[in-house]
């Protein structure tokens, strides 16, 4: 701004010296008129911030033209400039002021900072127009992350690392709070405390597809989690195994995850050591709704007829019953109990049929009463255990169980 500073300086003592000039004329007293100069220019006439400078220098110009020029010359043609009676300093000054800045000079490098920024208004040509490149606006509103991508680095980075947006932006607010989250200030110390914790680089975007929310979640109280578990004796491994097969598990407190596995222990009787390794199989349990666990449990024991200590080994080798469909352990149940004649303990010793597909279990049972070799009683001969009746595949289980051919099975399927 010094150029300008400058400018309006020069502009100032022109003012004064063109109002010296018709104050001589006037009052007829040369002597006087760089008194006049210096004390009659108001502060009105003065150029304020807010006007424009070329304007001020056209209008300047146009007065000069007529006030400041020299008077006509008297009766006997002996009347002088006023100029001509000024003292050497003052001619020399007013010579200065009356050569006036050419506003298309070129402007010095070192004033560069010191040009205001041009006008939003101002016109600029067509070429100048057409090399303005305008960045596409942000939607104010949308339904998917994927108009945000090219706008946040957060999200390209987290694309980049695999995770699904489309996934995400299903869950409830997960898609908000992405775009409130910064990589480098929020999201890089939850990634590392999650390979630190044992989630393999392949599996952080599809940890995160699954549960967002754990960006959210303060660091020390992520920490002090995996301390607890650390001390109810889980080892590394098994932590790492948990947090990946139960994305959500980390985001419960430590009071809630201590009551979960005091509900398993306590309901279903068992030590703690069993305790450990049934959430370990399963650490969906500690992450799920309980009253689903609670009915499974009771179907159990009221419905089908199962014994406390039956429960307790049927849940140990297959913690999937505690969460299974109702309805199907009820038809499967069924089937084996009052249709193939499988009493209870031998259910228990083979909980596997409970996660079998009822429709093979059907088609294989049919299959060998077709043929006479429906026998699944341990002391009687050719026995055939549930285990090998509904694991092995077809062809095995014809060859070796049934004694027949694929072919056999097949046209007997047909006829069903």
Not at 6 to 11: K, N, Y
Not at 25 to 33: E, K, M, V, W
Not at 275 to 299: A, H, M, S, W, Y
Request: aromatic residues 8%; contains cysteine; positive net charge.
């Amino acid at each position: 701004m010094a150029s300008w500073a400058r400018l309006a300086f020069r502009w100032r003592c022109l003012l004064r010296t063109g109002r010296a000039a018709e104050g001589h004329r006037r009052l007829s007293g040369c002597s006087s008129t760089a008194q006049g100069c210096r004390g009659f220019a108001p502060l009105a006439l003065l150029p304020s911030r807010n006007d424009v400078l070329p304007w001020r220098l056209q209008a300047y110009r146009h007065a000069c033209g007529e006030s400041c020029s020299p008077p006509g010359s008297a009766k006997d043609g002996s009347f002088s400039s006023p100029e001509s009676n000024l003292p050497s300093p003052v001619k020399q000054e007013q010579a200065k002021a009356e050569t006036l800045p050419d506003l298309n000079a070129k402007i010095p490098y070192e004033d560069w900072d010191d040009i205001p920024p041009s006008c939003a208004l101002e016109e600029i040509s067509e070429e100048e127009a057409v090399q303005i490149i305008a960045e596409p606006l942000l939607p104010l509103q949308s339904s998917t992350l994927r108009d945000y991508v090219d706008h946040s680095e957060t999200l390209a980075k987290l694309v980049h690392l695999g995770v699904d947006l489309s996934q995400v932006e299903k869950r409830q607010k997960a898609g908000q709070l992405l775009l409130t989250l910064d990589f480098e200030k929020d999201i890089r110390k939850i990634l590392l405390f999650l390979k630190d914790v044992g989630v393999e680089d392949n599996q952080l975007g599809p940890f995160l597809t699954k549960n967002p929310y754990i960006l959210a979640e303060d660091l020390e109280a992520l920490e002090s989690r995996v301390a607890y578990l650390k001390s109810k004796k889980f080892g590394k491994a098994e932590i790492a195994q948990m947090v990946s097969r139960a994305p959500y598990l980390l985001l419960f407190s430590v009071e809630r995850l201590d009551n979960r596995l005091g509900f398993f222990k306590n309901e279903l009787g068992l030590s703690v050591k069993k305790t450990k390794d049934l959430v370990i199989r399963l650490p969906r349990l500690l992450t799920g709704k309980l009253e689903p666990v609670k009915e499974n449990l009771q179907v159990c024991q009221i419905e089908l007829g199962f014994q406390r200590n039956e429960i307790q080994e049927i849940v140990f080798k297959i913690p999937k019953i505690l969460t299974a469909s109702k309805k199907r352990l009820r038809q499967t149940f069924d089937y084996l109990h009052n249709i193939m004649g499988i009493p209870h303990h031998m259910l228990t010793r083979f909980p596997q049929v409970f996660n079998s597909k009822l429709l093979r279990m059907k088609e294989r049972h049919m299959f060998l009463t077709f043929l006479g070799r429906a026998q699944y009683d341990p002391a009687q001969p050719s026995y055939i255990s549930l285990d090998q009746l509904v694991s092995l595949p077809d062809e095995v289980f014809c060859t070796e169980i049934a004694k027949a051919s694929i072919q056999d099975f097949e046209k007997f399927l047909k006829t069903l």
